[in-house]
């Protein structure tokens, strides 16, 4: 088996690049979705972060009010008490599923989709979230098209008003300045530049599949 972590930053094209891995045969984790629904209530992750975060994040459903949660996280810096409950939980999940996979597909490519594999600090066991694969992949973009494709993504099909735009290029920013680590890293991985439209994509995707192919078959 051949573990391989995928990130990059907001708006980047990472999730994506993930669906074209998974096209490809890839058995891709997205660390977001698993994060989602560790935090549906009733689970585990939700009752921790309502005692540590108090009612208010409760909505009048009783899920998590994900606006007041983002507030906190993003307005409020406590960005690391969120993650200090959510990691450790998925990262181990994620451990466990591909410790199973490993038994019943020696030859599988998994690729684990996080912004956060180099920024993490809470990894089960204080060994950095990255060292856990045996590849990682970064996917880049130019700034401004990350900032737009948030916008985007969170307009979905509505035309903003001037001041909600500047409001979500601000969040973006916040945002992207909480990851900016990733790039650091770029000599670690396989890089995709994200910057030249879909086709483009899809070559850049098929060469380093290629090469985890290749990677894959020469451990085995």
Known sequence: MLRV???GDLGSGKSTVARMFA?????????DEMGRVMMQPGQAV???IVEHFGQGVVAADGSLDRRELARLVFDEGRAEELNAIVHPAVIGEQARLIAEMAR??????VVVESALIFTTKHAPGGEPWSKRFDRVVLVTAPEAEKVS???ERVAAGH?????ERGSLEADARKRLAMQAVNEEHAGECLVIRNDDGLEGLERKVDKIWTALQLQQRDSA
């Open 5 to 7: 972590g995928l990130t």
């Open 23 to 31: 096209e490809r045969g890839a058995v891709v984790l997205s660390s």
């Open 46 to 48: 939700y009752a921790e």
């Open 104 to 109: 019943t597909k020696p030859d599988a490519i």
């Open 149 to 151: 494709r948030y916008v």
């Open 159 to 163: 035309v903003l008003r001037a001041e």
